[in-house]
């Protein structure tokens, strides 16, 4: 039992002295960056292992879901907490962003996941070099459509978290960014790690070393290919939900940008 909760206690203690210390502003605003963006950093990677290396395919379309991730929550909480010249007046009182903020992070994932979904349905049967250009492909369909819609700002980006994250400040004075880069840094690699060490996770193996022969020994490789496929789209599309939030309110924000 206390082997169990040895690695929880020390994430739960590495987690509160990173707050405590970003609250007491002990660690620099470049240093609080360079830490987050490790840790957004670490989950991207992960993530794309999973496809690349677990399974052994090649996608090269991760971009397009962490953008879509990224532009589905940042929406998403502008259109629930903040006054902004696209929605108008909030739909929600801006201090329940506090309590909602992890949800929209999720439901950024969530839709990133769909979207990878929709393109592993077309091309499950596909491998290598073909599924590197599907993948390519639905990453151009995406950065272009995004980069065309000038009520999201266009090529300019969305620049609308600043009004939520001073929200939440404004409920409960905390460093939100540091701290949930920190959660959903340690949940993406538990989830990767339950996966792959879980029955899909085996079969995610076997398809590796073998497709034909993993199909041959009755693991249905086109459900687990989708499925993996899914999850790590969403764990990407979940990695880059706080990245522009906390690249507009913490860095550029500050320094007069």
Not at 63 to 89: I, N, T
Not at 249 to 257: D, Q, V
Request: overall charge neutral.
């Amino acid at each position: 039992m206390l082997k169990r909760l040895t690695v929880p206690g020390i994430l739960a203690l590495a987690g509160g002295l990173l707050v405590w210390c970003a609250y007491e502003e002990y660690l620099s605003l470049y240093f609080l960056s360079v830490l987050m963006f490790m840790g957004v950093n670490i989950m991207l990677a992960t993530s794309l292992n999973l496809v690349n290396g677990n399974m052994g395919e090649f996608s090269c379309g991760h971009a397009g879901f962490m953008c879509v991730g990224a532009y589905v929550s940042s929406l998403l909480g502008v259109w629930l907490f903040a006054k902004d010249k696209v929605f108008g007046l909030p739909l929600l009182d801006p201090s329940y962003a506090v309590y909602a903020f992890p949800f929209i992070i999720l439901t950024g994932g969530l839709a990133a996941a769909i979207t990878g979904l929709l393109v592993a349905i077309p091309s499950y049967k596909t491998r290598g070099d073909y599924l590197a250009i599907i993948t390519i492909a639905a990453n151009t369909i995406v950065i272009s459509v995004i980069q065309n819609l000038d009520s999201i700002g266009g090529s300019r980006g969305f620049m609308g978290m600043k009004s939520v994250l001073s929200s939440m400040e404004d409920s409960l004075y905390l460093p939100w960014m540091p701290l949930w880069v920190f959660v959903f840094c340690v949940m993406t690699i538990w989830v990767l790690r339950r996966y792959t060490s879980s029955t899909f996770g085996k079969g995610v193996s076997a398809i590796c070393q073998d497709e034909v022969a993993a199909e041959i020994m009755s693991v249905n490789t086109n459900r687990i290919k989708m499925l993996t496929f899914m999850l790590s789209s969403g764990l990407a599309g979940l990695a880059e939900d706080s990245l522009p939030t906390f690249w507009v309110t913490s860095i550029l924000a500050p320094l007069g940008f």
